[in-house]
């Protein structure tokens, strides 16, 4: 009887340690969020980059949207698996927001990209950034492939002539415990972009 309640309490004990643990790492990623996003408010206001905190290794490069999926997030600089535990990021190799060529972002499919099992052809993608006069840009997108990779497929990264955006995470999407394809989907531009405004 004494074996059981011992059991019975550290199975107690082990619980409310995942709890509290969960509750932590909700309440960091929650805070996390807040700081991007006034990091985000305080590039544009100033042109420069700002990080989310002091000691952070990135900075908001973009803001993505995808109205039909309700989807809106800010867009970190350089894909690092440090970096994507806080939101979608850019591929440094591929072209920066503003520029010619394949601006790639990557996300997690158990969180930042998991709404893209839900986008469709045509669906319009907009793309924010700013420059380093303050001027806040708009770009939108409209989806032309969606495909399923395998990760030695790298071609959707390759730099491209024309002007294209591309979104990739893992496959399949949630919290299965392999993901050994990769999710992509190509978009390519509906107009120029067009500036949204300025804070000079």
């Not at 993608?125 to 495909?147: C, H, P």
């Not at 990769?182 to 405004?197: D, M, N, T, Y």
């Amino acid at each position: 009887m004494k074996t059981v309640r011992t059991i019975a309490a550290l199975v107690v004990i082990v619980g409310a340690c995942l709890s509290g643990r969960a509750l932590y790492l909700h309440g960091k990623a929650e805070l996390a969020s807040v700081l991007i996003h006034q990091a985000w408010d305080q590039s544009i206001r100033s042109g420069q980059p700002h990080k989310p905190w002091s000691w952070a290794d990135t900075h908001p490069v973009a803001r993505l949207r995808i109205p039909r999926l309700g989807y809106d997030e800010i867009v970190l600089e350089g894909a690092t698996a440090r970096t994507l535990a806080f939101g979608p990021a850019r591929v440094i190799s591929g072209a920066a927001p503003g520029e010619p060529g394949n601006l790639v972002l990557a996300g997690h499919r158990t969180s930042w990209f998991r709404p893209l099992q839900d986008i469709a052809k045509s669906d319009t993608i907009t793309l924010d950034w700013f420059d380093n006069q303050g001027k806040l840009y708009e770009r939108t997108y409209a989806v032309e492939t969606i495909r399923v990779v395998q990760p030695e497929a790298v071609a959707q990264m390759s730099p491209t002539e024309q002007d294209s955006l591309t979104l990739i995470t893992c496959y399949p999407f949630g919290k299965r415990p392999t993901s050994p394809q990769r999710f992509v989907v190509r978009a390519i531009p509906v107009g120029s972009e067009s500036l949204v405004a300025s804070s000079k």
